[in-house]
């Protein structure tokens, strides 16, 4: 099992442009999230997808979109990117929404926003 | 008071230390506490879930104080590769994963 996976790895953009962040899991779990961290902030919830069909809000929404493609893919979106985007972007997932459940991480999107 | 306060380090201590971090949080109302490490530009990885009672697995104990709303953690016989930050992650909402609130980080350098 490859767990959970991100792609890219690293990722330069200029201001105003757009990507989408993928991330898979191969655990067959229901829940996934987004979470971003920056330095002297701790790691905060985009967006979080509870089950195939549902996604939510977390923390810090603004300027992000997000798919649950299917049960294994949850993808995030920057439209018009800009440099307080800047940061480390992980992707997670649990069995079910639960608090007690392990979460699972992927490696990692490095995003710097010029 | 913020939510979830950790004391950043660095602590740096040599091989076959016991070191302890603590960790506290401001909700009276939190029921679920654990202990992640992340290595250096890693994700991070679950250590250990800290109940009421408190647990141990191997040289690590966790220990949760109700009334004085903090968490600790012990490493015993500190090896090098226990060298990584340790985040205290504290639910702000019973019941789900949503309002799960991560603090900052503990840095140790275990040195030889």
């Known amino acids: 099992n490859a767990g959970v996976t991100q792609t890219p790895k690293f990722q330069v953009l200029k201001t105003g442009q757009s990507m989408t962040l993928q991330c898979a899991q191969d655990m067959n779990h229901n829940s996934m999230y987004w979470y971003r961290q920056d330095p002297g902030m701790g790691l905060r919830l985009i967006y979080y997808?509870?089950?195939?069909?549902?996604?939510d809000k977390g923390e810090v929404p603004n300027g992000y979109n997000v798919s649950r493609l299917n049960k294994r893919e949850f993808s995030l979106r920057l439209e018009s990117a800009a440099p307080s985007q800047t940061s480390v972007y992980f992707c997670a997932s649990t069995p079910r929404e639960r608090t007690y459940n392990e979460q699972f991480f992927g490696p990692g999107t490095r995003l710097t926003v010029l | 008071r913020k939510e979830v306060e950790q004391d950043p380090g660095p602590f740096n201590v040599p091989e076959g230390a016991t070191v302890a971090f603590n960790c506290t949080y401001s909700n009276s109302a939190s029921q679920s506490f654990f202990w992640y490490r992340q290595d250096c530009r890693k994700e991070p990885k679950l250590l250990m879930s800290v109940y009421s009672s408190g647990n141990e697995d191997g040289r690590f104990t966790a220990q949760l104080n109700r009334a004085s709303q903090y968490i600790s953690l012990l490493i015993r016989d500190s090896k090098l590769s226990d060298s990584a930050t340790y985040l205290c992650?504290?639910?702000?909402?019973?019941?789900?994963?949503?309002?799960?609130?991560w603090g900052l980080g503990t840095s140790l350098a275990v040195n030889p």
């Open positions: 992650v504290v639910n702000g909402d019973a019941g789900n994963n949503r309002k799960l609130i």
């Open positions: 997808s509870a089950s195939e069909g549902t996604t």
